[in-house]
């Protein structure tokens, strides 16, 4: 399996087709992030414009590879060991963009409450800011799974299902990548800082979920 997550990162790389929610990403965490403003904060929307760059990655990934060797790659590893290689890889470069982003924004962010009165931890909420982005990362990588072959194999389904299903994820109270961003954003008012574990093991089991349903499907609509 690492050898064909390897595969499908240098396919990633090779393309460039990388370039676009790489720039996105930055573009977005640069207008919403400014220097100085409140840690937590800043967290949470580094942590929240991840999960629709992660579910491009994923659409990138799953569909960039040329037909004919997407078929001699099946043939020799298998179809469903070969697609969750490239759902792999769409995790692994969003991941990088995650740890990046946190990073970034810990080092140029205010480690202060919203007022300014109350100091945070700056381990602790570093810690929590890149779990919350993990937790992102995979739900993106579930909605991209979804939402994309072999599911939907027509591009304008795929987008058109991909991108509200990227905002419900974000917006509904229910969900655990919500759960995760919010719990930064109330944290920032009162200095609190919660580490997302919960929403966190929800993410897994999601992107797990997704992940397998596409790989045990993939041989049968090929």
């Not at 573009?27 to 942590?47: E, F, K, N």
């Not at 060797?69 to 298998?78: I, L, P, V």
């Not at 990548?177 to 999601?206: I, Y």
Request: with cysteine.
């Amino acid at each position: 399996m690492n050898a064909l997550v390897r595969y499908q990162l240098a396919l990633l790389l090779r393309s460039q087709r990388w370039l676009p929610p790489l720039l996105l990403y930055a573009v977005l965490v640069a207008v919403g992030v400014q220097q100085g403003q409140p840690l937590l904060d800043s967290l949470g929307y580094a942590a929240a414009v991840l999960l629709p760059v992660t579910a491009w990655l994923v659409r990138i990934c799953v569909t960039g590879e040329p037909e004919a060797a997407r078929h001699c790659a099946a043939a020799a590893a298998g179809p469903g060991r070969t697609h969750l290689s490239s759902l792999l890889a769409a995790l692994v470069a969003a991941t990088v963009l995650g740890c990046a982003g946190t990073l970034v924004v810990t080092m140029i962010s205010d480690p202060h409450t919203g007022d300014g009165r109350t100091a945070v931890p700056l381990p602790l909420a570093a810690a929590a800011g890149l779990l919350t982005a993990l937790t992102c990362a995979l739900f993106g990588t579930a909605v991209g799974a979804l939402c994309n072959r072999p599911f939907l194999r027509s591009p304008g389904w795929a987008i058109s299902a991909m991108l509200p299903t990227v905002l419900l994820v974000l917006v509904v109270g229910v969900s655990p990548a919500n759960a995760a961003v919010r719990g930064l954003v109330t944290a920032s008012h009162d200095g609190e800082v919660p580490v997302p574990w919960l929403p966190f093991t929800a993410a897994v089991l999601a992107a797990a979920l997704a992940a397998g349903a596409a790989c045990l499907l993939v041989p049968r609509r090929r």
